[in-house]
T-cell receptor, first 114, second 113 residues
Framework: AQSVAQPEDQVNVAEGNPLTVKCTYS??????LFWYVQYPNRGLQFLLK??????LVKGSYGFEAEFNKSQTSFHLKKPSALVSDSALYFC????????????FGTGTRLQVTL | DTAVSQTPKYLVTQMGNDKSIKCEQN?????MYWYKQDSKKFLKIMFS???????INETVPNRFSPKSPDKAHLNLHINSLELGDSAVYFC????????????FGDGTRLSIL
C-alpha cells in the first residue's frame, strides 16, 4: 500500500523568507511524486513532479522540491515566499505499478504574512 | 477556456434523492478521474477511466455509478443520497496513466439536507 505523510497542518512564514513544506512517502516500487496547490473554492493545481533523474525538481511559481530516496522525502521549497503563496498544499504519490492511482497527503496550509 | 469543467458547481438536495454531476475536459486527455474531498480537506480517489474503460474502482458504495460516454466526458450519478455524501467532488483528467500530472476541475459542492 502507498501512503503520504504531511506532518504539519500549517506552516507560517514571513514574506521574503524561505519556506519548506514537508512530505514523506511510502510505496512498494519506485515512486512518482507530485505537489499540488489548492486555493479557496478551486480545484488542485499541479506544481511539480518527480519521476526519475535529477533529485532537485523545479516547478511553477518558483517552487522546487528535493527527492531524497534514503529519507523517503519530497519536501517542497521556495527561496522567497509571497503573500500570494498562501494556500493549501498537497503532496501525492503513486508507484510504477499503479501509475494512475494517486494517494494524497492530508494537506498543509501555508500562511505567508507581511 | 476552462480545461476541466464540472456542472453544477453547487448542489443542494435532500436525503434519498438521486443526482448527477457532469464533467467535461477539452485537453484531449484519455484518462479521467473522480475524487471526493471531505470537510477536513482529505482527498480520495473514487474512480478512474482510461479510454472509456474503468481502471480504478475504489471502495465506494454502489450507490455511486460513473459513466464515460466518450474520452472527454465522465459523469457521476449518485442514488439515494445520504448525509455522509456531503463533500466536494472533483473531476480530473490526465494524458495517459504513466505518472502524468492531473488537471482538476473546480469541484461540485454537494450538500445533503
Amino acid at each position: 500500500a502507498q501512503s503520504v505523510a504531511q506532518p504539519e497542518d500549517q506552516v507560517n512564514v514571513a514574506e521574503g523568507n524561505p519556506l519548506t513544506v514537508k512530505c514523506t512517502y511510502s510505496v512498494s516500487g519506485n515512486p512518482y511524486l507530485f505537489w499540488y496547490v489548492q486555493y479557496p473554492n478551486r480545484g488542485l493545481q499541479f506544481l511539480l513532479k518527480y519521476i526519475t533523474g535529477d533529485n532537485l525538481v523545479k516547478g511553477s511559481y518558483g517552487f522546487e522540491a528535493e527527492f531524497n530516496k534514503s529519507q523517503t522525502s519530497f519536501h517542497l521549497k521556495k527561496p522567497s515566499a509571497l503573500v500570494s503563496d498562501s494556500a493549501l498544499y498537497f503532496c501525492a504519490v503513486t508507484d510504477t505499478g499503479t501509475a494512475s492511482k494517486l494517494t494524497f497527503g492530508t494537506g498543509t496550509r501555508l500562511q505567508v504574512t507581511l | 477556456d476552462t480545461a476541466v469543467s464540472q456542472t453544477p458547481k453547487y448542489l443542494v438536495t435532500q436525503m434519498g434523492n438521486d443526482k448527477s454531476i457532469k464533467c467535461e475536459q477539452n485537453l484531449g486527455h484519455d484518462t479521467m478521474y473522480w475524487y471526493k474531498q471531505d470537510s477536513k480537506k482529505f482527498l480520495k480517489i473514487m474512480f478512474s477511466y482510461n479510454n472509456k474503460e474503468l481502471i480504478i474502482n475504489e471502495t465506494v458504495p454502489n450507490r455511486f455509478s460513473p459513466k464515460s460516454p466518450d474520452k472527454a466526458h465522465l459523469n457521476l450519478h449518485i442514488n439515494s443520497l445520504e448525509l455522509g455524501d456531503s463533500a466536494v467532488y472533483f473531476c480530473a483528467s490526465s494524458q495517459g496513466i504513466g505518472g502524468q500530472p492531473q488537471h482538476f476541475g473546480d469541484g461540485t459542492r454537494l450538500s445533503i439536507l
